[in-house]
């Protein structure tokens, strides 16, 4: 293999050249999530994610400030890419990722996954993890 001036051979020796991570838009971020939760939920359910996903990317609601201050985060010169330290914290530093599988496919009722490190009061027909 032959060297090209100024482009490394060792790993992640270009990473500095390369462009940083795009910040998708908020109403493509929302859109992406109702298609990922639209096989877990049923109708009702559906429809009030649905519209709870609207209310959060509605003007004056938390969205919006919060895809500005995604976008200013990305900005930093010290970062190179955003989602670096959230991918890191969120599913590199569990073994266990976040997600498990509680129900046995097949069986009667919601799909059954547990966030495994999710930390909110318990409804009545959940069980605890671990």
Not at 51 to 62: G, H, L, V
Not at 64 to 86: C, T, Y
Not at 90 to 101: A, S, T, W
Request: contains cysteine; glycine residues 8%.
């Amino acid at each position: 293999m032959h060297r090209t001036s100024g482009i490394s051979e060792r790993t992640f020796g270009n990473q500095a050249a390369l462009p940083g991570l795009p910040v998708p838009e908020l109403d493509e971020t929302c859109e992406r999530f109702i298609e990922w939760a639209e096989p877990l939920l049923d109708k009702r359910t559906l429809a009030d994610t649905i519209e709870a996903t609207r209310r959060f990317a509605s003007e004056d609601a938390p969205g919006p400030l919060l895809q500005a201050a995604l976008r200013e985060f990305a900005s930093r010169r010290d970062i190179g890419n955003w989602l670096e330290p959230f991918w890191e914290r969120m599913y590199l530093r569990f073994r266990d990722g976040p997600l498990r599988r509680v129900r046995k496919p097949g069986q009667p009722g919601s799909p059954g996954f547990l966030f495994w490190n999710l930390r909110v009061p318990l409804q009545r027909d959940q069980i605890p993890a671990g």
